[in-house]
Structures are given as C-alpha cells and as structure tokens.
C-alpha cells in the first residue's frame, strides 16, 4: 500500500513546492521530500491562471462524458444481443468482436486518422471518442454479466407482454448494475488518460486534452517548470481518484460477475 500510495503523494506535496525545494529534500529521503515544509499556491495559479490548463480539464470532462454515455449504450445494446437473442452467425460475429479486442491500437491508429480525416472530423471533440464507443472489452464485460440473469424473469416478462426494449431497459440492466458500473469506471479511466490519440488527432490546442498540455510544459532547451507540471498532474489525478474511490465496490462486483480477471 505504501509502495502503490508514495508517488502520489510525492506528486500532490510537490504541487505545493517551490521549484528549488522540490529538489532541496530530494534526497536523502525525509518528510520534507514529500511534505512541502513551506506551502504555496503559486504553482496552481501558474496553471490555472498563467497557462490556462482549466480550458484542458473542461475538454477532459466533455469527451469522458461523451465516451462513457456513448460506450456504455452501444455496449449494452450489443451485449443483450449476444447474450439473449439468436440470429444465424451470432457466435462467429462474437468471436470477431473478441479478435478486435486483441488489435494494438498502434496498428489501427494511420487508418483511424485517416478515416477521421475522410469524415472531416479532425481537430473536433467527436474524433476523441467516436472510435472507442464500440468497446470490445465493453462487450464481452457486459454479456457475461447479462448471461447471469435468470430467463424466468425474461419468459414471465414476455408472457405478460413486455417487449424486447422493455425487457432490456426494465428488467437486464437494473439486475446487471455492478457491471454497468464497472464498464462506467474503466471508460472513464481510459478517456482521461489518454494522450497518445489526442496528441495525433487534436491540432487544435483549445480542445485538447490535459495530458497533451501538461507534456507541452516543456520545451527543448529548457529546464522543465516541475512544480507546474506537478501541480497540473495533481489536479488531473483528483477525478480519477475520486470516481474510482466512489466506484470501487462496485467494480469489485462487477468483474466477479463478468468473470473478468
């Protein structure tokens, strides 16, 4: 636990360092290395105020909103298919949703920006998340989860005259909870860590991402501003910190019901 929390909290004591006393205690280690002995500010205001790094963490909440509303219905819809509906070649469509699961991203990632450029979506917020809602992993969390619920409760739905929809919405998901949650945290997580694909598909610097604007804090030839970097890193940490401390129970859940490991 205290090998996992350490950097942490050498990142959020440093946040409030000067430049100089971030390196004065560096070593040999002592409270002072990770405790600031004289607090400021200055380096959050630098960010928030100097380099404008709240527009960045507007766009973060923007596109993880999006991807995770956005994954999380095509997800379940997808899911319920596969789990409860039978239709010629469901199993083998299946088995090509787990293969795109096992596709690096770098090998996709020239054709994603082409397409992006075919459909003139560059340099917009729908290029961040369109090309990760259909989430594979997203699937094969949920149909497992889905394939838990009893079918009585399905069969006593469909003689009382319940659709399909009003099956899926009414009597699935409330009971598959714990796995919509966990798919929630995890979309979540990975659209506000990404860097990699924003960096590439995002030349306009007003929308992109905080990670992509922390990384540009230094500049060749120059010694690195490491309590601004430290300072923006920590308030990108705080969401994801805060959502996975809310969520953890049920992402506990939701992977022993998908049989996730």
Same mark, same amino acid.
């Given at each position: 636990?205290?090998?996992?929390?350490?950097?942490?909290?050498?990142?959020?004591?440093?946040?409030?360092?000067?430049?100089?006393?971030?390196?004065?205690?560096?070593?040999?280690?002592?409270?002072?290395?990770?405790?600031?002995?004289?607090?400021?500010?200055?380096?959050?205001?630098?960010?928030?105020?100097?380099?404008?790094?709240?527009?960045?963490?507007?766009?973060?909440?923007?596109?993880?909103?999006?991807?995770?509303?956005?994954?999380?219905?095509?997800?379940?819809?997808?899911?319920?298919?596969?789990?409860?509906?039978?239709?010629?070649? +469901?199993? *083998? /469509?299946?088995? =090509? %949703? $787990?293969?795109?699961? #096992?596709?690096?991203?770098?090998?996709?990632?020239? &054709? @994603?920006?082409?397409?992006?450029?075919?459909?003139?979506?560059?340099?917009?917020?729908?290029?961040?998340?369109?090309?990760?809602?259909?989430?594979?992993?997203?699937?094969?969390?949920?149909?497992?989860?889905?394939?838990?619920?009893?079918?009585?409760?399905?069969?006593?739905?469909?003689?009382?005259?319940?659709?399909?929809?009003?099956?899926?919405?009414?009597?699935?998901?409330?009971?598959? +909870?714990? *796995? /919509?949650?966990? =798919? %929630? $945290?995890?979309?979540? #997580?990975?659209?506000?860590?990404?860097?990699?694909? &924003? @960096?590439?598909?995002?030349?306009?610097?007003?929308?992109?991402?905080?990670?992509?604007?922390?990384?540009?804090?230094?500049?060749?030839?120059?010694?690195?501003?490491?309590?601004?970097?430290?300072?923006?890193?920590?308030?990108?940490?705080?969401?994801?910190?805060?959502?996975?401390?809310?969520?953890?129970?049920?992402?506990?859940?939701?992977?022993?019901?998908?049989?996730?490991?």
């Amino acid at each position: 636990m205290l090998t996992f929390a350490t950097p942490f909290l050498w990142m959020f004591g440093s946040a409030f360092k000067t430049q100089g006393d971030i390196f004065a205690h560096a070593y040999p280690l002592t409270w002072e290395t990770i405790l600031p002995a004289r607090p400021t500010l200055d380096n959050f205001a630098s960010v928030i105020f100097g380099r404008g790094i709240g527009r960045n963490f507007l766009n973060n909440l923007i596109v993880a909103a999006a991807q995770v509303v956005l994954t999380l219905t095509v997800c379940a819809m997808a899911a319920y298919a596969f789990a409860r509906l039978r239709f010629p070649g +469901r199993d *083998a /469509l299946f088995g =090509l %949703v $787990l293969f795109a699961a #096992l596709i690096p991203f770098e090998a996709t990632m020239i &054709p @994603l920006f082409q397409v992006m450029g075919i459909l003139d979506l560059r340099s917009t917020y729908f290029a961040l998340f369109l090309p990760w809602i259909a989430n594979p992993l997203g699937i094969f969390l949920l149909r497992q989860a889905f394939l838990e619920v009893p079918r009585d409760y399905e069969e006593a739905a469909i003689i009382e005259g319940a659709s399909r929809l009003q099956i899926f919405w009414n009597i699935v998901l409330p009971m598959s +909870r714990p *796995a /919509l949650i966990t =798919l %929630v $945290l995890l979309t979540f #997580l990975w659209s506000w860590n990404s860097y990699l694909w &924003p @960096l590439i598909v995002m030349q306009d610097s007003s929308k992109q991402v905080i990670q992509v604007a922390i990384a540009s804090f230094s500049a060749p030839e120059q010694l690195p501003s490491w309590g601004d970097i430290f300072a923006a890193s920590a308030l990108a940490t705080v969401p994801v910190l805060t959502i996975f401390l809310l969520l953890q129970r049920y992402y506990v859940r939701g992977v022993a019901m998908s049989g996730l490991k």
